[in-house]
């Protein structure tokens, strides 16, 4: 395609149109869906619609920075290129294509088990930062020697995938804060008899919370016990098979923990919550995995969005197992030397 002709897409949607155009069917249909009734792709799509970009004015933009760190990598973007497997059913070396497009804009490119370009071809044919996606196999060895060839070949971080299974079910059918929250805050405030509110109804009736404070709106008609709430005990019983369905993923690929971001977005500006781009209930956070099935955690820094705020990255270990999520968190922080105070 050449520039002239590129230059016509304004948007990933005028790129998605033509290439409904020019690929067949069975081709678009593998790169443009997702799976059974694609409602993980809708919410992926709806959380990147609610994010805003904040015109700022009277401030210096002769040379704006955006450049980051990314496990030790140095970054103009804090951007990766997601693994995706069989590019070339689209394109004739369409993987090489991205990486070294990627190279050229500065930032990472990360590499598919999946992938129809090999380890070896890849790191040939590019110069710029590679990371390598591990899709853990039942072939042990095989996936050593997948692990070994990308070490050799200068692959600066190994991105192991493995999947939660309705995760986001899970979460909603774990969650208790609705069940659980006025009946605790009312126990702390009754215990406080200096405190000038009595009950969370008072707070409520005399708006003395923040506006943008959804999740009290929510709390606060839920029941005056627990127990009295017939999903309360089912909400346990959904913990338990959360909690079992971790560890055995856990032990099935051989992990000591789970790792992933503490979020899912960068945390808001006081600009974006004032436009009520994300309340306390929709804003897409993982540490909610931990916290709803009883498994421990720690979070560590992983880098900086620019500059100035840290980003956290979550370990969620094993029960009773905090020794080894201290002995890895601590690993981590000591190879990428993340933990700096802010700048404010």
């Not at 210096?60 to 070339?88: E, R």
């Not at 009754?190 to 109804?201: C, D, E, F, H, N």
């Not at 931990?290 to 100035?308: F, Y």
């Amino acid at each position: 395609m050449n520039e002239a002709r590129l230059a016509r897409y304004l948007s990933i949607n005028d790129f998605r149109h033509a290439a409904r155009r020019r690929l067949p069917r069975a081709v678009f249909d593998f790169i443009d869906g997702g799976a059974e009734d694609e409602l993980t792709l809708r919410d992926n799509r709806h959380a990147f619609e609610r994010i805003r970009l904040i015109p700022r004015v009277l401030n210096d933009v002769s040379a704006p920075q955006i450049a980051s760190d990314l496990l030790g990598t140095s970054v103009q973007a804090p951007l990766v290129i997601a693994p995706m497997g069989s590019c070339m059913l689209a394109w004739p070396q369409a993987d090489i294509a991205m990486a070294r497009a990627a190279h050229a804009h500065g930032i990472i490119y990360t590499l598919s088990t999946m992938s129809t370009t090999s380890i070896e071809r890849m790191a040939r044919a590019v110069q710029g930062a590679l990371w390598f996606q591990l899709y853990v196999l039942k072939d042990h060895d095989f996936n050593l020697q997948l692990i070994d060839r990308a070490q050799a070949h200068g692959y600066g971080a190994l991105v192991v995938t493995v999947e939660i299974a309705d995760l986001y079910r899970q979460l909603v059918e774990t969650s208790l804060y609705v069940n659980c929250s006025k009946s605790d805050l009312n126990a702390f405030l009754a215990a406080r008899p200096q405190a000038p509110v009595r009950t969370l109804q008072q707070i409520f009736e005399t708006r003395q919370y923040h506006p943008m404070l959804d999740l009290l709106d929510a709390c606060v008609v839920g029941p005056e016990l627990p127990e009295y709430d017939p999903q309360y005990f089912r909400r346990l019983a959904a913990r338990e098979a959360f909690q079992r369905q971790l560890t055995n993923l856990m032990a099935a690929n051989g992990l000591d923990a789970l790792i992933f971001p503490d979020v899912q977005v960068p945390a808001p500006t006081r600009e974006q919550l004032n436009t009520k781009v994300w309340t306390t209930l929709t804003y897409p956070t993982n540490t909610l995995i931990a916290s709803q099935s009883w498994l421990p955690a720690i979070t560590v820094p992983a880098g900086m969005v620019d500059g100035r705020l840290p980003v956290g990255l979550e370990f969620m270990g094993r029960p009773y197992d905090e020794p080894t999520l201290f002995r890895l968190a601590y690993a981590f922080e000591q190879a990428t030397h993340h933990r700096r105070a802010p700048l404010l």
